[in-house]
């Protein structure tokens, strides 16, 4: 189960992208901190990148999403 923070909101991504990169990702990285980072598209092909919080029930809850930096650019296939 996934929830969306108020936090994810700030750069203007919405609920319907942040779902469907979550949906639909590209790549999924987990992180040492206990959270994943997934890249991939929009509704409108853009890539986003999204950041969830995993709890120990192994839900999730994003946090972050924006337009996905260059540093993420080498971590998704290009075909």
Do not use: C, W
Not at 32 to 47: C, H, I, K, Q
Not at 61 to 70: E, L, N, P, S
């Amino acid at each position: 189960m996934r929830k969306l923070h108020r936090s994810a909101f700030k750069h203007g991504i919405s609920a319907s992208d942040i779902e469907h990169v979550l949906k639909h990702p590209m790549r999924v990285i987990p992180q040492e901190d206990g959270t994943r980072v997934y890249l991939g598209p929009a509704r409108n092909a853009e890539l986003l990148e999204v950041i969830t919080l995993v709890r120990a029930d192994n839900s999730e809850t994003a946090v972050h999403a924006m337009k996905m930096r260059a540093k993420y650019a080498t971590l998704v296939p290009t075909e």
